[in-house]
Nanobody, 124 residues
């Protein structure tokens, strides 16, 4: 099993940027497809972006395309989410998740491990 710890959340004004990090420990990180999900108050957890095991393929939901970028550094056992042009509606708890040894999917039930989450708050 892999253990995940997110960091980098915080309070930012609309239009600003944040970079989230997710550090993995335990099993071989490169065996896992990785993803970021988010959950706003009163809403279901939703897929934000995902990246394949080697990092060659990335996926993102339409609402964050051209604003958010997912990347990974397998040498550092870390996955990142660069968030630019943040909007108030991006406010949520952001979670990273690991799925191995398969590809990226958008369903929460398909992921084997989750971090504890990091709060992102975007003010107007």
């Amino acid at each position: 099993q892999v253990t995940l710890v997110e960091s980098g959340g915080g309070l930012v004004q609309a239009g600003g940027s944040l970079r989230l990090s997710c550090a993995a420990s335990g099993r071989t990180f490169s065996l896992y497809a990785m993803a970021w999900f988010r959950q706003a108050p009163g809403k279901e957890r939703e897929f934000v972006a995902g990246i394949s095991r080697g990092g060659s393929s990335t996926y993102s939901t339409d609402s964050v395309k051209d604003r958010f970028t997912i990347s990974r550094d397998n040498a550092k056992n870390t996955v990142y989410l660069q968030m630019n042009s943040l909007k108030v509606e991006d406010t949520a708890v952001y979670y990273c998740a690991a799925r191995g040894p398969f590809g990226v999917v958008s369903t929460t039930a398909s992921y084997d491990a989750w971090g504890q989450g990091t709060q992102v708050t975007v003010s107007s």
